[in-house]
């Protein structure tokens, strides 16, 4: 199955326009058609992280406008074939698909490795787990009582949002792609009030690059198993 879902997501990359050298590297087979192929929305991550492995800027050209919290927005969309692709083009391992406890395991280990790794302390804490074998049922974005009422708690949000602001961009993208991967939707609670969070996508994948955490961001979204 792992072998199935690599040689198709090497055709989906294909489809748009992209194949890997036997470096490892990412190219295009073709600009025309990695300049006009039809992308489905759900192929939109893995599609938008193919091409910043090639060339950022085009990238950007070829998805417009387009923030790192829309692309993780849609992880919840993505198929095996899409996962994978986007794991490829990040250069992670082909993520796993055996069993969904062991998706589920993978996913939460790779975020408590992530948070500790990337110092994203500030924004994130360990709570009393609600759900079973993925470390991430115990992780929460900082600014609730997880504990007793799940109502909000003012002067930690006002300390997780300047925590926030005074971040490097690296950290700043991974603190957006843990927070969207835990409530893929328009943020309406947390980093708002003037936290600058609209960052383009393919500005956010040449960050990853350029700091070497692109392996580490793909293996997390990859593996997303719900939360």
């Given at each position: 199955?792992q072998?199935?879902?690599?040689?198709k997501?090497?055709?989906?990359?294909?489809?748009?326009?992209?194949?890997?050298?036997?470096?490892?590297?990412?190219?295009?087979?073709?600009?025309?058609?990695?300049?006009?192929?039809?992308?489905?929305?759900?192929?939109?991550?893995?599609?938008?992280?193919?091409?910043?492995?090639?060339?950022?800027?085009?990238?950007?050209?070829?998805?417009?406008?387009?923030?790192?919290?829309?692309?993780v927005?849609?992880?919840?969309?993505?198929?095996?074939?899409?996962y994978?692709?986007?794991?490829?083009a990040c250069?992670?391992?082909?993520?796993?698909?055996?069993?969904?406890?062991?998706?589920?395991?993978?996913?939460?280990?790779?975020l408590?490795?992530?948070?500790?790794?990337?110092?994203?302390?500030?924004?994130?804490?360990?709570?009393?787990?609600?759900?079973?074998?993925?470390?991430?049922y115990?992780?929460?974005?900082?600014g609730?009582?997880?504990?007793?009422?799940?109502?909000?708690?003012?002067?930690?949000?006002?300390?997780?949002r300047?925590?926030?602001?005074?971040?490097?961009?690296?950290?700043?993208?991974?603190?957006?792609?843990?927070?969207h991967?835990?409530?893929?939707?328009?943020?309406?609670?947390?980093?708002?009030?003037?936290?600058?969070?609209?960052i383009?996508?393919?500005?956010?994948?040449?960050?990853?690059h350029?700091?070497?955490?692109?392996?580490?961001?793909?293996?997390?979204?990859?593996?997303?198993?719900?939360?």
């Amino acid at each position: 199955m792992q072998l199935d879902y690599h040689t198709k997501a090497l055709r989906r990359l294909a489809e748009i326009g992209v194949h890997i050298l036997p470096s490892g590297q990412f190219a295009f087979t073709d600009v025309g058609t990695a300049s006009e192929a039809y992308v489905h929305h759900s192929t939109v991550p893995a599609a938008l992280a193919a091409y910043a492995a090639v060339n950022p800027t085009f990238a950007g050209g070829r998805f417009p406008g387009l923030t790192l919290t829309a692309i993780v927005d849609k992880v919840p969309c993505m198929d095996g074939e899409e996962y994978t692709a986007l794991a490829l083009a990040c250069g992670a391992e082909v993520p796993t698909f055996e069993s969904s406890g062991k998706r589920l395991r993978v996913f939460g280990q790779t975020l408590l490795d992530i948070l500790e790794r990337y110092e994203l302390y500030g924004c994130f804490e360990r709570v009393k787990p609600y759900g079973s074998e993925g470390h991430h049922y115990s992780v929460r974005p900082i600014g609730f009582d997880w504990g007793g009422s799940w109502a909000p708690v003012p002067e930690r949000m006002k300390a997780m949002r300047k925590c926030y602001r005074s971040m490097t961009p690296l950290q700043q993208v991974i603190t957006l792609t843990v927070l969207h991967l835990y409530r893929p939707e328009r943020d309406t609670h947390f980093l708002i009030g003037g936290c600058p969070t609209k960052i383009l996508a393919a500005d956010a994948m040449k960050i990853l690059h350029s700091n070497g955490a692109a392996a580490d961001w793909g293996r997390l979204v990859s593996h997303y198993a719900g939360w």
